[in-house]
């Protein structure tokens, strides 16, 4: 497992190959629906330090960010954080994911795709509630993946604005996730 780290305040880069799980210090992991594949900063974007005009960059910072706040020096993304022109390292990403994901500190949900669901302050649920219905998050194949084995998610649409926050409740091999608008 690679993942990202802040060096500074600014800057974050990839750490090397983690290859022992007990030597992987805690993280945050971002859940998200992706863009075209010309609009994800990839693994070879990051190693060359290009990328940062990508539409998918701000999901990265995004996750940085939160991370940060939550006190959390490293952070995984999946566009940017495995190597997909090795056969080898993507084959053994695809069989860790669940695993990363339920080891993960924090899931932070990225949704492109839903309106934020306060205006001047004000908390707008009937269209917040629609708007989540419909996001495309929840049609992919991973969200279960996302959702088993999660301490707690937040849900944002864009950076720096949180559209709310998902409560997990334990149910056995799966969680239930209860959204709120509050902040934990």
């Known amino acids: 497992m690679r993942l990202l780290r802040w060096s500074n305040n600014t800057e974050f880069g990839l750490t090397d190959d983690l290859a022992d799980d007990e030597a992987i210090p805690p993280y945050a992991i971002l859940s998200h629906t992706w863009l075209e594949d010309t609009q994800e900063p990839t693994f070879e974007d990051?190693?060359?330090?290009?990328g940062r005009e990508k539409l998918g960059?701000?999901?990265?910072q995004f996750c940085g960010g939160q991370a940060k706040q939550d006190n959390l020096q490293y952070f995984w993304v999946d566009t940017c954080c495995i190597n997909k022109s090795n056969p080898a390292e993507l084959s053994h990403s695809i069989n860790s994911m669940f695993r990363w994901y339920r080891n993960?500190?924090?899931?932070y949900v990225y949704l492109s795709d839903v309106s934020s669901p306060r205006t001047n302050d004000v908390f707008h649920s009937q269209s917040?509630?629609?708007?989540?219905?419909?996001?495309?998050?929840?049609?992919?194949?991973?969200?279960?993946?996302?959702?088993?084995?999660?301490?707690?998610?937040?849900?944002?649409?864009?950076?720096?604005r949180h559209a709310g926050h998902a409560c997990v409740r334990d149910l056995g091999p799966c969680h239930a996730l209860t959204f709120t608008n509050a902040k934990p």
Request: proline fraction near 2%; hydrophobic fraction near 35%; include cysteine.
């Open 46 to 50: 990051l190693t060359n330090g290009t």
């Open 57 to 60: 960059y701000e999901k990265i």
């Open 104 to 107: 993960a500190t924090r899931c």
């Open 128 to 160: 917040w509630d629609l708007d989540l219905a419909r996001s495309r998050w929840f049609t992919r194949g991973w969200t279960l993946q996302d959702g088993c084995g999660q301490l707690f998610c937040l849900m944002s649409t864009q950076p720096q």
